[in-house]
T-cell receptor, first 111, second 114 residues
Framework: SQQGEEDPQALSIQEGENATMNCSYKTSINNLQWYRQNSGRGLVHLILIRSNEREKHSGRLRVTLDTSKKSSSLLITASRAADTASYFCATGDTGRRALTFGSGTRLQVQP | EAQVTQNPRYLITVTGKKLTVTCSQNMNHEYMSWYRQDPGLGLRQIYYSMNVEVTDKGDVPEGYKVSRKEKRNFPLILESPSPNQTSLYFC?????????????FGNGTRLTVT
């Protein structure tokens, strides 16, 4: 099944800096979603970008999608300590109504 | 408040002792799903349901059962748990759209099988 793979696996930055996470996937998708997970808790949906979109913004989040390279990036601007979490990309498969998740990027924002 | 509720939050059991993890959502969502999360493997789908009495296998269904008798509930059943089912389990739900809608997750059930 198709799968998103995040890069890097772990990222440590200072508060106020920008954080960029990348996601690559293998097959055609209908949409790509980003989720955040605070330690041991449920995932929270951040943003969804459809296959016919190239860029999307939501507050301090900016997501890009390049379907020719089968990749996406999530940029968090002006990071805060509260952004410390794991971030997952998930690819949408309408045929099975399944979201396939990658293994995530662990972001640590130092105050 | 819109939410997905899983119980219990933590569960320790022994090999072979049947258990059920409950999941309930109050958003009238048609779609519900179970995932397990293991270090380095991300989230893997166990089973999903598109509506009442409609269930289907995900990527790792072996050793699990589900049922969808009511729209709001989607329990996960382990008939004979084994240590390799020790994991963090998440229930999730979403509305039915032509595309994959955002999933709403429960807070998880951490299961340990000894």
């Amino acid at each position: 099944s198709q799968q998103g793979e995040e890069d890097p696996q772990a990222l440590s930055i200072q508060e106020g800096e920008n954080a960029t996470m990348n996601c690559s996937y293998k097959t055609s998708i209908n949409n790509l979603q980003w989720y955040r997970q605070n330690s041991g808790r449920g995932l929270v949906h951040l943003i969804l970008i459809r296959s016919n979109e190239r860029e999307k913004h939501s507050g301090r989040l900016r997501v890009t999608l390049d379907t020719s390279k089968k990749s996406s990036s999530l940029l968090i601007t002006a990071s805060r300590a509260a952004d410390t979490a794991s971030y997952f990309c998930a690819t949408g498969d309408t045929g099975r109504r399944a979201l396939t998740f990658g293994s995530g990027t662990r972001l640590q924002v130092q105050p | 408040e819109a939410q997905v509720t899983q119980n219990p939050r933590y569960l320790i059991t022994v090999t072979g002792k049947k258990l059920t993890v409950t999941c309930s959502q109050n958003m009238n969502h048609e779609y519900m799903s179970w995932y397990r999360q293991d270090p380095g493997l991300g989230l893997r789908q166990i089973y999903y349901s598109m509506n009442v009495e409609v269930t289907d296998k995900g990527d790792v269904p072996e050793g699990y059962k589900v049922s969808r008798k009511e729209k709001r509930n989607f329990p996960l059943i382990l008939e004979s748990p084994s240590p390799n089912q020790t994991s963090l389990y998440f229930c999730a739900s979403s509305s039915w759209d032509r595309d994959s809608s955002p999933l709403h997750f429960g807070n998880g059930t951490r299961l340990t099988v000894t």
